[in-house]
């Protein structure tokens, strides 16, 4: 099998510094990656959203298989990942996001964590490689989380993974 690489990150709203939203513009246009995350998505192909749910399936059997509640989808999530991992898979970066993007996007989001993933697989495989990682373990596993957004972009063969979890208040 060709190389696979996993990351995750973490992240609760307290350890997020809260800034006026005139700060929080300016801090995107200076940050490169902000930007091509915040660029108009292009079109998906079946291909790439037939794998993103079978992500987002696998995910929830991992967590029914440990008796936790499934996640449930969010449109905001949803498209921070998909962003992402499209921005990964293009430019070839491997590297976590800014988690205060699903805080400022995800008004009601009160706790993030990320998986990303890239390499020559299955959707099915993607999750079992993060199961068996204790970092993305513990996201996947996080009782605390109620919401997942998974991205999916393939390029070259290699499949790039991005995975958002969120605690969201109803």
């Known amino acids: 099998m060709g190389r696979v690489l996993i990351g995750l990150v973490t992240g609760l709203l307290l350890a997020v510094p809260i800034t006026p939203a005139s700060e929080a513009a300016s801090a995107v246009d200076i940050d490169s990656a902000e930007k091509a995350a915040s ?4 079109t998906h192909t079946d291909r790439e959203r037939r794998y ?3 992500v987002f399936h696998w995910t929830n059997v991992a967590r029914r298989r440990h008796d936790l509640p499934l ?4 449109k905001c999530l949803r498209r921070i990942a998909v962003r992402w991992s499209e921005h990964l898979a293009a430019s070839g970066d491997f590297e976590h996001q800014n988690l205060n993007r699903i805080f400022r996007r995800c008004h009601r989001a009160r706790s993030a964590g990320e998986n990303i993933a890239r390499g020559g697989v299955t959707p099915k495989r993607m999750v079992r490689m993060w199961m068996h990682s204790p970092g993305h373990w513990a996201n996947i596993l996080n009782r605390g989380y109620t919401h997942l957004g998974v ?4 390029r070259n063969g290699q499949w790039t993974g991005v995975q958002d979890f969120a605690r969201i208040r109803r």
């Open 39 to 42: 660029a108009p998505a292009r």
């Open 151 to 154: 991205g999916a972009a393939v």
């Open 71 to 74: 996640l449930h989808r969010v």
């Open 52 to 54: 993103q749910r079978k």
